[in-house]
């Protein structure tokens, strides 16, 4: 079963029930059991050896011959929190989740590695460091600039074989004061009332798929391959210092997306 084409594309329905997408778009009260429905087939999948399958494509990704022979560096790293990457992305079931197209895991997009460490380098390193400023030399070997490419690749970290089976769990979020945080500021008119926020406002729970589990994340680096150690090293350095303490996706506000 690849989840990302199940939520996306699936026209059949997901278990026995009659739990299909077509189904929770005209009765979104049911999309919390098609989310469990999702994860009880997707983990029966990975039992039934679908882990074979995926540990192939995997260590293939993974191997040398991946990465044009630049020298690389590779750390794992797992999450402490619940992962929502791509939270806000197009879907019919109101939220998202960054899944494999091809594989049907869960990821962490290379962009979304390289977005997190330049904002980390510039805005917290950057304070005490200059050459991490985006003015700087070193972020401009990192990261580059908008006239040429930084030295340092950064590669989707794909879910490692041994988590994927639970890499995926149901969470809710319960807003509150929706009419109140529906007024649209530019429409107000000034003769109308509108309703404030109250304590007893009922909530309206909101299911949503989270991941979790450890990532295989690559860096790669042209160049003589002692120089580029050192880069590499000071990018894993900047990297894993943005997920511990910034987090990755949405809602790290509220403490979602730390990895260590």
């Not at 990465?67 to 619940?82: A, G, H, R």
């Amino acid at each position: 079963m690849n989840v990302h084409l199940a939520l996306t594309k699936s026209h059949w329905a997901i278990s026995n029930d009659g739990c299909s997408i077509e189904h929770i778009i005209k009765k979104r009260q049911d999309k919390q059991q098609l989310y469990h429905n999702v994860i009880d087939k997707y983990r029966t999948e990975w039992k039934n050896g679908r882990n074979d399958w995926y540990k192939a494509c995997y260590e293939r990704y993974y191997s040398d011959n991946n990465f044009d022979s630049c020298p690389t560096l590779q750390f794992l790293v797992e999450s402490k929190t619940p992962l929502v990457i791509g939270h806000g992305g197009t879907s019919v079931l109101e939220t998202s989740l960054t899944l494999h197209r091809i594989y049907g895991v869960p990821y962490l997009p290379a962009t979304s590695l390289k977005g997190l460490a330049a904002h980390y380098a510039h805005n917290i390193l950057g304070e005490t460091h200059s050459a991490l400023r985006r003015e700087g030399e070193d972020y401009k070997v990192l990261f580059g600039t908008q006239q040429s490419a930084g030295f340092i690749q950064f590669h989707d970290a794909l879910v490692t074989p041994d988590t994927a089976q639970e890499a995926l769990k149901l969470d809710v979020f319960t807003p509150h004061h929706q009419d109140y945080n529906g007024i649209v500021i530019a429409e107000v008119q000034f003769n109308k009332t509108y309703p404030a926020p109250r304590d007893d406002d009922s909530p309206v729970p909101i299911p949503f798929l989270t991941a979790n589990g450890q990532f295989q994340i690559a860096l790669a680096c042209e160049g003589e391959t002692e120089l580029a150690n050192e880069w590499l090293s000071l990018a894993k350095d900047i990297l894993s210092k943005a997920l511990a303490n910034e987090g990755i996706g949405a809602k790290t506000n509220v403490g979602y997306g730390r990895m260590v």
